[in-house]
């Protein structure tokens, strides 16, 4: 059975939910709020693209499609893709920012949160896990998080608003856990 990122990280929270959102999602709660957090998010990703810019956006309502454009883009020697896809037996990731230099593979996961949260780790985890199963082998793993001491002058500067933060031995210590 191949799982999404975020079904994972549902199962650490609670395998219960996790069992649930698969075999009964008629009975899951939906929330009104959820729309709004997650026009927030998409702010806060946008604005991160900043960081790491000029890359392409696969964003899709369809996985195939992100996948398959993924695959292409890389094989056409993209340096930059936001939201890459990609499919393992495994399971199925999108990477919010990936970065290759040469060799080199770097993945910026952004999160609307100020601080790093312990399942932020795993999510990156499953993210290196996914890459390194489809052949990529991924150098630095970095969490972008908001800057909560960030005061704003007259132009944002989102080098400042944000924190890049290199959890990459975090996710090879975890690593074994995923695996």
Known sequence: MTISKSQFIRGLKCYKSLWLSINRADLMSVDDTKDK?????????????????????????DIDFMINQTDELLKNGAKTIYNATFKTKNGVVSIDILNLNGDEVEIYD?????????????????????????????????????????????????????????ITKEVLSSYKMVN
């Open 37 to 61: 957090f997650t026009e927030n998010v998409n702010n806060i990703f946008n604005l991160a693209k900043n960081i790491i810019p000029n890359g392409i956006d696969v964003k899709s309502d």
């Open 110 to 166: 952004v999160k609307a949160s100020t601080s790093i949260k312990e399942h932020y780790r795993y999510s990156a985890t499953f993210e290196y896990k996914i890459l390194k199963q489809y052949g990529l082998f991924v150098n630095k793993v970095f969490i972008i998080c908001v800057n909560k001491n960030y005061e704003r002058d007259e132009e944002l500067d989102v080098f400042e608003l944000f924190n890049v933060i290199d």
